[in-house]
Nanobody
Framework: QVQLVESGGGLVQAGGSLRLSCAAS????????MGWFRQAPGKEREFVAA????????YYADSVKGRFTISRDNAKNTVYLQMNSLKPEDTAVYHC????????????????WGQGTQVTVSS
């Protein structure tokens, strides 16, 4: 398993941008698909974006498509989530996750979760 630590959350006005980072431990980072999920107060956790181990394949939730971009740097054991044109409804705790395949990761069938980073978008 890998250990995951997110950073980069904060308070931003609607229309603004943030970039989240997720640093992973271990030597096998590139063998994991990585994903971002979010959970708002009183709501269930939802899938945001996922990326394959090589970085060639990505998937996005419809709610963030065109605004968010997931990427990874396997040399730095880090996955990123660039969030543009943020909306108040994007407010949530964002978690990164590591899974065996991109499809399983999208479903939340992962082996590791990060502790989360808070993103708050004011209107």
């Amino acid at each position: 398993q890998v250990q995951l630590v997110e950073s980069g959350g904060g308070l931003v006005q609607a229309g603004g941008s943030l970039r989240l980072s997720c640093a992973a431990s271990g030597r096998t980072f590139s063998s994991y698909a990585m994903g971002w999920f979010r959970q708002a107060p009183g709501k269930e956790r939802e899938f945001v974006a996922a990326i394959s181990g090589s970085g060639r394949n990505t998937y996005y939730a419809d709610s963030v498509k065109g605004r968010f971009t997931i990427s990874r740097d396997n040399a730095k054991n880090t996955v990123y989530l660039q969030m543009n044109s943020l909306k108040p409804e994007d407010t949530a705790v964002y978690h990164c996750a590591a899974g065996p395949t991109i499809i399983m990761t999208m479903k939340g069938e992962v082996s590791s979760w990060g502790q989360g980073t808070q993103v708050t978008v004011s209107s």
